[in-house]
């Protein structure tokens, strides 16, 4: 069945060209056997490598790979040393598992979690940060997009005023809804970590994820996880690597990684400046459609805003709505305070529908998902509330 893809915040759909890579490498495996294959493959996986740096713009050892954001951002937060008094401050737009590590280093340490100040577009005030980043400040934690809202904050002016203070904190980005749709340069958004899964505007198959550790971070971060891949065993110590690779484990699917790469090289091939502005053309345009529809209320936060439209309909929950429009054939997404607690709750909203583009995405399937959305809302068609 085709469908009309607006779910790409959630997962986009991977090209041909890396559904082929990862289909590949399982074919290779299935013929030469699967320890034979990878070894076969080391120069592809170095080329990963090479094309995450570029991406990111960074070495390639200062990257690490993953099955997810989550199990990367995890086991880095409870990497970090954290003592009774040490303040971790984190955007209103933090996803629920983000929030989660945090809290629970905060809570095994005895350091304290708050909220950074917004400005009056609910972005991160990177000039109340400056004047508030006390000595005790040991992470700062930015989810760059936000998951309910297409707000970006401003992560450039974030890691300039943690430097202009003279800080030593951590600076760590979410990335998840950013890699793949902005541009990226670690040095110039001056971070210590950057975590991101593939499966969403990168397009990478699902069950991958990069991060970006910097050397300064990797010198001073205490691994809970390790295995021989990360770590040897000298005369009875354990000698973890120092460097990004100390949060990769020896078991891995090479194939996903090698879809994951091919869906960089993509990326990088396209020019992500490209994608960026594309990608802003069409959002703008679902969402001046969306916004003159009577009935549909726009949720969008920030002057700076992702390829994401979010939005409610007068007098409908939001999952009869999302069933409905999959019934039809569009997939979209849909937020609730589960996901991104401090924003929803700030904002007084409790759930939220959420339709994102793509490349993919043709002025006829925002036609499509237009005139959906505007049938619901003049009652002619029938949505179980």
Sequence with gaps: MSVVHFNHSGAGLPSAETVQAVVDHLRVEAERGPMEA??????????????????????????????????????????????????????????????????????????????????????????????????????VALTWIGAGSALINPAAAIGAAIREAGSSAFFIIDASQAIGQVPINVAELGCDALIACGRKFLRGPRGTALAYISPRLAAEIVPRSIDNLSSTLSTGNVVVANSARAFEFGEESVALKLGLGKAIEQSLALGVDRIRLDLDHKASVLRRALGEIPGVHLLDLGDSKGAAVTFVIDSFPCAPVKQHLADMGINIGMNGTGYTPYDMSIRGISELLRASVHLSTTDEHIAVIVNAVRSITSSRVRVSK
């Excluded at 991406?55 to 050892?61: A, D, F, I, T």
Aim: aromatic share 4%.
């Design 38 to 139: 990878g070894a076969f493959a080391s120069d592809a996986i170095q080329n990963t490598y090479q094309a995450a740096a570029q991406l990111l713009g960074c070495s390639p050892q200062d990257v690490a790979f993953g099955t997810s954001h989550g199990q990367l951002y995890g086991n880095l937060i409870a990497s970090i040393p954290l003592s009774a008094g040490d303040k971790i401050v984190v955007s209103r737009q933090e996803w629920i598992g983000n929030v989660l590590c945090l809290q629970r280093s905060a809570d095994l340490s005895g350091a304290s979690l708050s909220l950074m100040a917004s400005d009056d577009t609910s972005a991160v005030d990177p000039v109340v940060l400056l004047e508030n980043l006390s000595s005790e400040v040991r992470i």
